[in-house]
């Protein structure tokens, strides 16, 4: 099978800062199942210096062992014969597309090359279909999802998203989960010890993510500065880091509240193992990696209602759910601090980490492809 894997929401380098790996971890993840992957990320210029990423120069190079192809354009993909420079590739069996961009990429190439493709559904594309900003790429947009073969959202909550938006799509929506490495899951005996522990005080709570605004932290260190003998660890950088540093002193919670920087993997997944709760209150997170990676360390795990792995994270179950308001994240945060079964939390939630192993999630995703080429 050779596949086109099309998007702007992948690094094409080492030093490549601010995109996730999660694309790239599916396209390695592809390969070593046999699959052949070319990765075409179009970089619509103006949206690459709205989101103030660097401009790379285009070119075809191979990096961790995939071919990659980088364009630039100075306007969004409505013709085909932008894409003429494909036509000198073997020939592909299928595109799978991810971000707006990468959407309306995958239609025109298919119009151009004649086959099928595959459009998953990022909080990105939500918020071209809805925001009035975009409304010039509305109808185009649902246009190239009803064309699509199969409709991909990364999580329940978009699946509900655009199932309401585009009721045309229901008979077609799979969905992709990301998954995490088996290295990942913690031994259920460290969380019986993460358990006896659980009343000590202080009462411990841990997030991590980039200190941007739709994280939420703000209500977070409000709801926390407001919890009876709880302290917290921020871990990550980014431009609201200031402003929430700013508020953290005007609340006087200097003493409960701490900011640890930019972490790596592995320090981050060390304070998820010592950690009894984890939340990150974000608003309209396309899946969050992050929930799952504390659910295999045996957290309990708060999550924002309707974003992120809501759906997936069942309250009072495998983990809780709360509103992004300050009122709501207190209220969580004092209903778990009162927990009287700690144990089966932590060992529900990392049952549905184990389930979503990222071979499993991976495989997933390869078998859902080969059964649209099977109809062809």
Not at 149 to 170: A, F, Y
Request: contains cysteine; proline residues 4%.
């Amino acid at each position: 099978m050779r596949i086109l894997f099309v998007t702007d929401l992948c690094p094409i380098n080492e030093n490549e800062k601010g995109l996730p790996s999660v694309l790239l971890n599916f396209i390695k993840d592809f390969i070593k199942l046999n699959a052949e992957v070319v990765l075409l990320r179009p970089n619509v210029i103006l949206n690459v210096l709205i989101r103030g990423r660097k401009i790379y120069p285009e070119k075809e190079f191979l990096w961790n062992g995939i071919k990659c192809i980088n364009k630039n354009f100075l306007t969004p993909f409505f013709k085909p014969s932008q894409f003429n420079f494909l036509k000198k590739e073997e020939k592909f069996d299928i595109i799978l597309s991810h971000m707006p961009s990468g959407i309306l990429a995958a239609h025109e190439i298919s119009k151009l090359l004649n086959i099928p493709y595959t459009a998953a559904v990022h909080a990105s594309d939500i918020k071209v279909l809805t925001d009035f900003k975009y409304s010039f790429l509305k109808a185009k947009m649902k246009k190239v999802y009803k064309s699509a073969s199969l409709v991909l959202p990364r999580s329940i909550w978009l699946k509900n998203k655009i199932e309401n938006i585009i009721p045309d799509i229901k008979g077609k929506t799979e969905l992709i989960f990301s998954g995490i490495e088996s290295s990942a899951f913690i031994d259920e005996e460290k969380i019986n010890k993460k358990a006896e522990n659980f009343y000590a005080m202080p009462y411990k709570i841990l997030s991590a993510g980039s200190l941007i605004k739709r994280k939420n932290f703000a209500n977070l260190i409000k709801a926390v500065s407001e919890t009876e003998g709880a302290t917290l660890d921020i871990a990550g950088s980014g431009k609201e880091e200031k402003r929430l540093k700013n508020l953290t002193k005007s609340l006087f919670a200097q003493d409960k509240i701490k900011f640890l920087g930019q972490l790596s993997k592995e320090e981050i997944y060390s304070l998820m193992e010592s950690s009894p709760v984890f939340i990150l209150p974000s608003e309209n997170e396309t899946f969050g990696m992050v929930y799952l990676e504390a659910m295999a360390k045996g957290c309990i795990v708060i999550c924002s209602r309707d974003f992120g792995l809501s759906g997936v994270i069942e309250n009072n179950k495998n983990g809780f759910l709360c509103g992004t308001k300050k009122e709501e994240i207190l209220k969580s945060l004092q209903e778990i601090k009162n927990l009287k079964n700690p144990e089966n939390i932590m060992k529900n939630a990392l049952l549905t980490a184990k389930a979503m192993e990222r071979n499993k999630m991976s495989q997933n995703y390869l078998n859902l492809i080969q059964k649209i080429l099977f109809k062809l």
